[in-house]
């Protein structure tokens, strides 16, 4: 049970509340702590999950708990000419506006699905990401490109309160998309990626942290951008970037030039 109170403190809230992504967001992040927890930490943390949630009758949400990785596994990263190719990728524009928002505000899947269109400000150029339980409320750039698209986007499709809606109705009316319908338009995309990495929504979030980076954004507002509560679960993403003096090489690239 103590690994169910790290997680509660680690949130502020009971963990039967929280939602898959988060607990792998959790997971990601004791994994990359200075100290690095055992291996059963995390067995301990899914196994007191799954019987919290057997006890409470939550039997559909306990077969949704995430594998256990293995320790000191990095972030997969898209380089960008791949992040361009799969945002190409889409038939429809609805579907190419989901994966660039992923990117380009660095949001989580289910971010993006309980995004309102009233959270996006065309003037300001942003994007506000409410507070799920344990985390902090953000705002986040809106890319130019992305404002074009969302606003002829809204002109055609005409959603109904949230930017994107689910073909399934209740009480006659749209509800958001859900995170399963994100993985198949992903699952559809893959084969026109020429790319050998196993890539998942999340794979665009981590690209976002991994190029901002790159392009000289420095740790503390990457923090703030992705929603971070802790700088060490940013921090591994210094570990995957070409930035700074940080850069790494080979020492086949200098021994002839001199």
Not at 103 to 130: M, P
Request: aromatic share 8%; glycine share 4%.
């Amino acid at each position: 049970m103590r690994c169910l109170a790290h997680l509660a403190i680690y949130y502020k809230c009971s963990p039967v509340h929280l939602s898959e992504e988060e607990i792998n967001d959790y997971l990601f992040h004791c994994q990359n702590l200075h100290n690095t927890p055992s291996e059963s930490f995390f067995k301990h943390t899914i196994y007191g999950l799954r019987s919290a949630y057997k006890v409470m009758g939550m039997d559909k949400k306990r077969i949704q708990l995430p594998q256990i990785k293995r320790q000191n596994d990095l972030p997969i990263v898209l380089n960008k000419k791949e992040v361009r190719e799969l945002l190409k990728a889409p038939k429809y524009l609805k579907h190419q506006l989901m994966l660039a928002m992923l990117y380009g505000c660095g949001l989580r899947s289910y971010e993006l699905c309980n995004l309102l269109q009233a959270d996006i400000d065309f003037e300001r150029k942003t994007v506000f990401v409410k507070k799920q339980k344990g985390k902090i409320d953000r705002y986040v750039p809106l890319s130019a490109h992305l404002i074009r698209g969302l606003q002829k986007y809204f002109k055609t499709e005409n959603p109904v309160k949230h930017v994107f809606n689910s073909q399934k109705t209740t009480d006659c009316l749209p509800g958001p998309i859900t995170t399963r319908a994100l993985q198949w338009v992903i699952k559809e995309c893959r084969p026109k990626v020429n790319t050998q990495k196993k890539f998942t929504a999340h794979t665009l979030r981590h690209s976002y942290a991994t190029h901002l980076l790159e392009d000289g954004l420095n740790i503390m507002c990457l923090k703030e951008l992705l929603g971070h509560a802790h700088i060490e679960t940013t921090i591994v993403y210094l570990q995957v970037s070409n930035s700074g003096s940080s850069v790494k090489f080979s020492p086949l690239d200098t021994l002839f030039t001199n």
